[in-house]
């Protein structure tokens, strides 16, 4: 055995981001930092109207700049697709999708209704500013309780959106209560707001031919769009996204950035940057606002008996976005009679979309507070109420888990928190002049798996490149995918590429619903094996071979060698194999995919994980200011390829957690119908000083059938019950029941 080579990582070991140098030094490049030769700069300018048409542009002073190449409207716009298939690409909700520049109607406050183009920034900005435009101003709507009077339950549904299922007898479970709650529960609109903002740097490659630079979780969904709306030829289109500076969802569909930059470059065939600026990153996609009315029953000793749950979230009035909701109370718990609906309000705004734990994060948080009510309406402890309504199977859908270790994550996380030594009564815990409050909620989430392919090539020098069109958008794919391959192969980490972020690669859906870990790690891991083979192929060619008699599943790859599992001195390394086959590299790729079979075991079986979340607060009882102090989380999310990277995800979700609980909300004048905080100086989202110590636990949770590496995904799960576990914990402190979300002073000082 080669003794001087470097280790091959193992599965589950915490290995550091592989490509954390190239972050940290500055030399990993994103949409807007590729050098490009004579580059020309983007400049929106937003409607100042909510709702209307235009009637004149007035570019006159700004064409007068001297460096300005172009003004694009409506009315000098290129030739754009007519329908609205060519603009619904992997992600978008049933509706019209937005088309900027098209015509002269305004549907939102911040829509784009110009682009100038210069041969500089400044230039480009300075001559917006002289861009005057006159509307004929429409009545609009942006008020999301003025809207429940519009709202319904469209007849087409996205397919992502999973229609909730009733059971039993509520009303009779109600009449026959012993105790019981109903709340009404706000959450805020949320706003993406990642440090990258959206931004696309498009080369013009002559000859209808463009590499696009886009700031997207998915580089092969914003090719088939730019095609398809520009009628560019799917292979002229190439998209780069190698590094993106923190996604939650907004850069699942492309944004307007992409096209108008785009459009830019068709028309002027010259290269053309577009970012967005902060408060434009308010224009587009962002969480919904939502209403949650929970009731809930029980009998006298706290078992649930009845279950009512009805939400709407906003909508825009082009597009119906939908999310899974109200679902997640009626699955989690044993509860006879439950039932839930879900409808959509229109607003005068952008579509909504996905957002972290897009449903769940709205609907399972806020379900979570009601539960915490009912505990304390029955007088059982908030996380014995919990156990004693547990459910070992999905009870919406009366189906077994693949796997549920939601009971160990309640007691590792217990432990962890020291729950034992919580008192019951509100307001019965201090610390100096600040109340102290524990509260605890459960999150749960979806464990999905996408058809995804890989392409590995080993070089004879050792070195091993591994390919497939997936992204990282800060969840450390780069590092998991060289971590499966150096397990798999044997390969250490140093002498492994990956090259992901790029169209021409092998397919990969969008990097969403946490499930790239299970579905990329799957696809490299099956690659990986599939290079393998072809290597004992080889090995087995060696002249006086000693695994000549072997089979492929006695040989184990270790070190750079196929080694006999029974005796490793019998052994070949990966260049005399090569050698002996004649070939200088080998190749392999595949695709790993559900298959009928994963989609009828889908069927019978819910994949999902879970969360018990802990935490305390200290709330300064004159003014109100409230410190998340402590955080457990404890997650069951199945096998953990990365404990590093893994725990990373649960800190940031739990950092968004907070900021769901006490920070993040739009303020809209709805007389303009205009987010009135739209930069980060008004719109809060916790900045260090917010945060303290947060604990991750991931219990054991062995799961071969969820996913083909046993993976669940984590980049969503530690959001989830998150701001509950902060809103019940502020009751706990104060005795005050807060249904609104984020609680800030005002609320608590009411
Ligand atoms: Mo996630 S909201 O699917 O990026």
Known sequence: MNTHVNPPARIGEPLSRVDGRLKVTGHARYAAEHPVADLLYGWVVSSSIAKGRITAIDEDAAR???GVVEIITHKNRPDLAKADSAYQEQVAPPGKPFRALYDDEVQYSLQPVALVVAQDLETARYAASLIKVDYEAAEHNT???????????????RAAYQPPKNRGDVDTAFAEAVHQIAGTYHLATHVHNPMEMHATTVVWEGDERITVYDKTQGSQNTQTYLANVFGFKKENIRVLNPFVGGAFGSGLRPQYQAYLATMAAKMLERSV?????????FSHVHRPEALQAVSLATDAQGHLTGMRTEATTATSRFENYMETVVNWGLMAYACPNAEADYTIAPVDSYTPGDMRAPGAATGMTLFEIAMDEMAYEANVDPLEFRLINYSEKDAMHDTPYTSKALKEAYAEGAAKFGWDSRSMAPRSMRDGSELVGWGVATGMWDAMFQKTSARARLSANGDLLLETAASDIGT?????LAQIASDTLGIPVEQISVKIGDSDLPMSPIEGGSWTAASAGAAIEATCQSL?????????KVKNSPLADAKIDDVRFDYGRLLSKTDPD???SYGEAMAAAGEVSIEAEETVSAGISGMIS????????HSAVFAEVKVDEELGVVRVTRVVCAVAAGRIINPKTARSQILGGVVMGIGMGLHEETFVDHRLGRIMNHDLAEYHVPANADIHDIEVIFVDEPDPEVTPMGVKGVGEIGIVGTAAAVANAIFHATGKRLRDLPITIDKILE
């Open 532 to 540: 393998g083979k072809k290597l004992f192929e080889a090995a087995q």
């Open 476 to 480: 450390g794919t780069y590092t998991i």
């Open 64 to 66: 007068a700049v001297a």
């Open 143 to 157: 008020d999301f309780r003025i809207a429940q009077g519009e709202r319904f339950m469209p007849r087409r549904k």
């Open 602 to 609: 889908q069927m019978r079986k819910s994949r999902n994980t």
């Open 570 to 572: 019998k052994s070949v």
């Open 273 to 281: 940057r577009l970012v967005m600026t902060r408060p434009q990153m």
